[in-house]
């Protein structure tokens, strides 16, 4: 599946639904059947056309969907990264376990950092302090990301330093070779419970994309709101005033 076809389904997941009666609710694909047939169509061509003009516009809005439907940004307007890219395994498991996706699907989603960038002050800590970091792939994030806290914190890295702009699964041949930028990426594959999923992945780029969309739709049915609930923002960062 083609990662524009994926970041569409993504943003559909969270948007359709259906009422039935006064009661009763559920999401559907087929909410624009009849109002707009073409929906998945034009969605698809217009995250296209977004992402080719702006590479980094399908991280983007992969961002979008997970504080949408994970973080739940109309019950915490202001929330700050969840979880924290300081998170250890068992944080990271327990905070997807809470809102319904398995271990499996967290490894899975977790591959949506195989695009995007993260700030230094997301990283120095991994680059100059942690062990289980490829020394050369430190000294080389190190060189963009000053010791000291202040300078230089909004620098940015790639997620993915070898293929930073495609969707594809070398995030996890990356994170194998001890090669993660976040240190709650690292714990994936640190002699955890999540090794061999990991390996799995990279060794299969198939068997990660096909994963990868049925959690992402299914992270898109995390407490949606319908009907009357929720609003459509003005600007994206704070609740409509």
């Known amino acids: 599946m ?25 999401l559907t694909p087929k909410f624009y059947s009849q109002s707009c047939p073409k929906v998945f169509e034009v969605v698809q061509s217009v995250v296209h056309a977004a992402v080719a003009k702006e590479r980094r516009m399908g991280a983007s809005l992969l961002r979008l969907h997970f504080h949408d ?30 809102v319904g996706l398995s271990t499996n699907e967290m490894v899975a989603l977790t591959g949506a950092h195989n695009i995007g960038k993260a ?11 942690e062990s289980n970091i490829d020394p050369l792939f430190a000294v080389i994030r190190q060189s963009h990301c000053p010791p000291s806290t202040g300078s230089g914190d909004n620098n940015l890295a790639p997620l993915d330093v070898r293929t930073p702009a495609r969707f594809d699964n070398l995030y996890y041949k990356n994170l194998i070779r001890q090669q993660g930028l976040l240190h709650s990426d690292q714990q994936l594959h640190s002699g955890g419970s999540t090794d061999s999923l ?10 990660f994309k096909i994963d990868f969309a049925a959690a992402i739709v299914k992270m898109g049915d995390i407490r949606p709101l319908t009907g009357a609930d929720g609003e459509i923002r003005r600007n994206c960062r704070v609740v409509n005033s």
């Open 198 to 207: 990991m390996e799995q992945y990279g060794r299969e780029p198939v068997s």
């Open 69 to 98: 439907c994970f973080v739940n940004e109309e019950e915490t307007p202001k929330p700050p990264t969840f979880p924290p890219p300081t998170s250890s395994l068992n944080n990271l498991t327990t905070t997807f376990q809470a």
């Open 2 to 26: 083609a990662s524009s076809m994926i970041i569409s389904f993504a943003l559909l997941a969270c948007t359709l639904y259906l009422i039935n009666g006064t009661s009763s609710t559920q």
């Open 119 to 129: 700030q230094c002050i997301n990283f120095r800590v991994r680059v100059y302090n």
